[in-house]
Nanobody, 129 residues
């Protein structure tokens, strides 16, 4: 049974940092792609970053490039999203998601939530002064 559990959200001031964790169970990370998405009130869910493990490909939305970093810990079956230089526009519920396929580096559909089959419950990130 595939299960994803996010943690690490919270309240942070503009310019601050948070690290989100996505603990995966019930499957082998190497066979999957893990994505991070976020959804702000009144907005569509958008792809933030993803890690396609088989080929080691990583993807980032333009809005977070240079600020967010996705990484993994195989021993802990956990994927992290390090978020630096946070701003008000980063406020959202953050979700991790999984799909049993690999994304090549040229794949443009990584950020579409339709591509993913499994979802965590989400963790709230609030950037406020």
């Amino acid at each position: 049974q595939v299960q994803l559990v996010e943690s690490g959200g919270g309240l942070v001031q503009p310019g601050g940092s948070l690290r989100l964790s996505c603990a995966a169970s019930g499957f082998t990370l190497d066979d999957y792609t893990i994505g991070w998405f976020r959804q702000a009130p009144g907005k569509e869910r958008e792809g933030v970053s993803c890690f396609s493990f088989r080929h080691g490909n990583t993807f980032y939305a333009d809005s977070v490039k240079g600020r967010f970093t996705i990484s993994r810990d195989n021993a802990k079956s956990t994927v992290y999203l390090q978020m630096n230089s946070l701003n008000f526009e980063d406020t959202a519920v953050y979700y991790c998601a999984a799909v049993a396929r690999s994304f090549m580096v040229s794949f443009r559909g990584w950020g579409s939530f339709h591509m993913y089959d499994y979802w965590g419950q989400g963790t709230q990130v609030t950037v406020s002064s």
